[in-house]
């Protein structure tokens, strides 16, 4: 008989069980950082904190204690709430930045690298052009005509993370659209929309999540960077960039108005790095493999 | 022949552009497969087998340039826009690839691969997709299929695999199935059971079938005609029978020779084919198993033989030396 190899193992029905991965302590620290701080930055106006705007001028640059617990900056408002309203900032324009990206640089890497011909020739052109303009240049420019504002800086950092989205999706591509898979589809009839959505999406999708938390990272310390230099959000707002520019003025009297910030940048940006890190050491070796 | 003509494919050639100049990977060559009859195509790597089979798809890399005639069912599927072609792959055609380790979608399981594809082209409600996928699995031999329907290719040994591949490309009742080289990555003693699927569910369904293969072996019980390919040529056709009693190209001659035998003694030397296939860019002047070919003569050097006829209509050769007697002393 034709079924001779084939015997029921016994694990068939309860396989579902790739929870034994290990994936180490410090990856389950980073996801309880991770989440910690966006729990903190979304419960913000709800939990018991001093507003981050109020000015105490007899109180300015006090120690901690037991109302400010990590003390006040320079203008006598409370460090710890402004931390705290500093992560929105910094998450929120750290999250929808990349988010951008994704989808306008996976969509535009996914059909070059499925389409090929003249529109990747194209697509490719036009991202390197963009990746040869400096940065901050790019970044000064429109705030100084659009203005200062969380939009705009949120749609600057992910403008200038398309070209990074669209070369991991289209290498992605480029590999799996030759496999034989996409080629039965066609043969069976699939239109190119089902071939691109429900066969290489599913695919390209892993490292493109793990790219993205890559970027987000990146983007939290550039959207620092361009706060520190005061091209970020306007004040009174305040983001962990802004408020490590306002901590350099009093470095040598309290250094921790510096410090503070940037470990909570610092702390945050390690989370996501190695977090993203973990899951493409996941899905790379498994795309290898199959 | 008596049934009807499903595929013919006419003076086909296909050239593919390379840095060192345009390829010939297949050329000129002309073929016919009968509703429910099964062709097998033979020749070794690099022989334009696969192309043929891409051509025949209308799945050819972009750049490669196709010329002649492929009519399927009473049309021309060159002529046809790229939406017709579509709904007519889909309905009509079905392929099967060497490898069932890239044939499947690694991330989506057997269940969503199959019952997709029963929905799209059969527009089934998802209960009933479900319930013919579970009878498909069933019927290429795979057990417990409703437990297989949630797991995920890599979970699946490379025989079962293939039968997967295989119950894909049955779904939607293709009248040509196209199996390119279906048991070459697989198991020996695999090959054999999946070979017997693929010429069972033919005959049950009554669909033509394009078996490609490098071995003489596999189309010889199960195929009822023969097209021996060498350089994208066609250098022998005949009904299978008919081929295996009386080869006449030293060619398939020489192929049939490669085989391992059963009543050699143990340590027999295997007899191979010298030399290498001719380099597809630089097409030769004369016959392209010319340099390889032990009865070669001047005139094979200096000219390419045409196909032609030998005892029957059925059987053609191109060769200006054809072997007269089974394992043949040359002319």
């Known amino acids: 008989m034709a079924t001779l190899e084939l015997t029921i193992d016994e694990g068939v029905a309860a396989e579902p069980a790739k929870r034994g991965r290990r994936l180490g302590l410090l990856f389950w620290v980073a996801i ?11 419960f913000a106006p709800v939990l018991p904190l001093p507003s981050p705007t109020d000015m105490d001028m007899l109180e300015r640059r006090a120690p901690f204690s037991a109302e400010h617990w990590l003390g006040t900056d320079g203008l006598g408002r409370d460090e710890l709430s402004r931390l705290i309203y500093g992560a929105r900032i910094s998450l929120v324009v750290g999250l929808c930045a990349p988010v951008i990206g994704l989808t306008i640089g996976g969509a535009l890497g996914m059909l070059a690298g499925y389409f090929r011909g003249r529109f990747e020739s194209a697509v490719v052109g036009s991202m390197d052009v963009l990746l040869a303009f400096p940065p901050l240049i790019l970044a000064m420019a429109v705030t100084a005509y659009l203005g200062q504002s969380i939009l705009n800086l949120t749609l600057i950092l992910g403008f200038l993370g398309v070209p990074a989205f669209m070369r991991v999706a289209r290498a992605a591509t480029l590999t ?20 691109l959505l429900r066969e290489l999406l599913p695919n390209v999708a892993l490292p493109l999540l793990a790219f993205f938390l890559l970027a987000v990272a990146v983007t939290i310390v550039v959207e620092g960077a361009l706060s520190f ?13 802004s408020m490590i520019g306002e901590g350099r003025e009093s470095l040598e009297v309290a250094p921790r108005l510096a410090f503070l910030p940037a470990a909570a940048m610092f702390l945050t940006v390690l989370s996501f790095n190695l977090v993203g890190d973990t899951l493409r050491a996941l899905t790379d070796p498994r795309q290898g493999a199959l | ?84 072609l579509r709904r007519l792959r889909g309905r009509s055609l079905a392929v099967v690839f060497q490898d069932p380790m890239t044939s499947l979608n690694p991330v989506l399981t057997i269940g969503t691969q199959l019952i997709e594809t029963l929905q799209e082209h059969l527009e089934l409600d998802e209960a009933t997709a479900k319930k013919r996928s579970v009878e498909l699995l069933a019927a290429v031999g795979i057990p417990a299929p ?37 048991t070459t990555a697989l198991d020996v003693t695999i090959q054999a059971q999946i070979l017997d699927l693929l010429a069972r569910e033919q005959r049950r369904r009554h669909m033509a079938m394009i078996l490609i293969t490098h071995d003489l072996g596999v189309v010889a019980g199960r195929t009822d005609e023969v097209a021996v390919m060498y350089a994208g040529r066609v250098v022998e056709r005949a009904p299978t029978p008919a081929l295996f009693k009386k080869m006449r190209m030293p060619y398939t001659e020489a192929l049939l020779a490669a085989l391992p035998r059963i009543d050699a003694a143990p340590h027999t030397p295997l007899p191979a084919i010298s030399g290498r296939p001719p380099d597809p860019t630089r097409p030769l002047q004369g016959c392209s198993f010319s340099p390889r070919c032990r009865y070669a003569v ?34």
């Open chain 2, 298 to 331: 001047a005139r094979c050097h200096a000219e390419k033989p045409a196909l032609t006829e030998a005892e029957s209509r059925e059987h053609q050769f191109a060769c200006f030396h054809p072997i007269e007697i089974h394992a043949g002393a040359g002319a």
């Open chain 1, 176 to 195: 799996l659209a030759r496999r034989e898979f996409v080629i039965a589809a066609q043969a069976l009839g699939a239109t190119h929309a089902r071939i």
């Open chain 1, 32 to 42: 309880g950082w991770m989440t910690f701080m966006i729990a903190v930055a979304i």
């Open chain 2, 146 to 182: 409703e437990q297989r329907l949630v797991q995920y290719p890599h979970q699946l040994s490379g025989g079962m695999r293939q039968r997967v591949a295989i119950a894909i490309a049955l779904s939607c009742e293709p009248k040509l199935l196209i199996a390119d080289e279906p």
């Open chain 2, 1 to 84: 022949m008596t049934e009807r003509t499903l595929l013919s494919v006419e003076d086909v050639s296909v050239e593919l552009p390379t840095p060192r100049g345009n390829l010939r990977a297949v050329d000129r060559v002309d073929l016919t497969v009968g509703a429910g009859r099964t062709l097998g195509v033979v020749g070794e790597s690099g022989c334009g087998k696969t192309m043929l089979s891409r051509a025949i798809l209308q799945l050819l890399p972009k750049k490669a340039k196709l010329s002649g005639r492929v009519m399927f069912d009473g049309q021309d599927l060159l002529q046809l826009s790229p939406e017709r």
């Open chain 1, 229 to 241: 230099l005061g091209l970020g959000v306007p004040p009174p707002i305040s983001s962990w960039g």
